[in-house]
């Protein structure tokens, strides 16, 4: 009997040992005519799946993803270093740079769940999807690229009173 992997919690806990995360990094900008499609553990590129429908290419570069801290104030990050020996990404900031544009490219992650004994895709839609990142922070040198992509700060703005003795007098006595 065949296991359905529906999201990121099936590929972990009920697959079998062949399926693997298959993780891709789309990086887009107005100002660039195609965007960059990048997979990581797939070293002849892929066609995959969208979450919209389209079916488009992943080329492999040597990618390393890591996910920031968990918290509970719905801020996602990403450090993520690209292996492009300074032939990818420089070429299209000085395009940006070059605009004076104010606009930060996008970035889109995507994770599928990926059968290695079959070389198919256990599932054909990506099981994990982070989207609405932008890179902020970015250092390059003749290597690698490394940047940050994150979502805009959430909770920048306090909402509510504080629930201290200062407000609430009552408290006083549990203290």
Known sequence: MAVTIDDIKDLHLDSSASIAPLETLEVSHSLWPTPIRIVTNH??????????????????????INRGKTSDDLDQSFNITLGDLGEIVPPLIKQIRASDSDEYPQ??????????????????????????????????????????????????????????PDYYVDLKGLL
């Open 107 to 164: 970035v889109i992650y995507r994770q599928y769940a990926y059968d290695a004994s079959s070389m198919t895709f256990a599932k054909d839609k990506p099981i994990d999807i982070a989207k609405g990142l932008f890179v902020e922070q970015m250092s390059r040198d003749h290597q690698a690229t490394t940047f940050d992509a994150k979502t805009p700060d959430k909770n920048t703005v306090a909402t509510g009173r504080p629930y201290s």
């Open 43 to 64: 070293a002849d590129g892929v066609n995959a799946m969208l979450e919209t429908g389209e079916t488009v290419y992943f080329e492999f570069a040597p990618l390393l």
